[in-house]
């Protein structure tokens, strides 16, 4: 079992930046790739990005390319989402999610075991 607890998310003005961390515990961390979502409101959840487990490769939806950068740091167990350049239509739930190492680094949505319980982002114009 892999617990996930996402934090950093907050009320900024359009093209401000911000932060989300997320920190797990249980299971060896290294062994996850970790994977970044979010949900809009009224809307379905979207891949935002994702991070090998050495944290060597990233992916990231057309979204995020350019403004939004995922990292991690295995020996603090966390996986950040650093937010630059803030839209409204960023305004989301964002969670972290990890699965299994071997399956690579993609945006597909398949095989996150482990989900947070999500942090609000609201981005005002």
């Known amino acids: 079992q892999v617990h996930l607890v996402e934090s950093g998310g907050g009320l900024v003005q359009a093209g401000g930046s911000l932060r989300l961390s997320c920190v797990a515990s249980?299971?060896?961390?290294?062994?996850?790739?970790m994977g970044w979502f979010r949900q809009p409101p009224g809307k379905e959840r979207e891949v935002v990005g994702t991070?090998?487990?050495?944290?060597?490769?990233?992916e990231y939806a057309d979204s995020a390319k350019g403004r939004f950068t995922i990292s991690r740091d295995n020996a603090k167990n966390t996986v950040y989402l650093q937010m630059n350049s803030l839209k409204p239509e960023d305004t989301a739930i964002y969670y972290c999610?990890?699965?299994?190492?071997?399956?690579?680094?993609?945006?597909?949505?398949?095989?996150?075991?482990?989900w947070g319980q999500g942090t609000q982002v609201t981005v005002s114009s």
């Open positions: 249980g299971r060896t961390f290294s062994d996850y790739a």
């Open positions: 991070i090998s487990w050495r944290g060597r490769t990233t």
């Open positions: 999610a990890a699965r299994p190492a071997r399956i690579g680094v993609t945006l597909s949505a398949v095989g996150y075991d482990y």
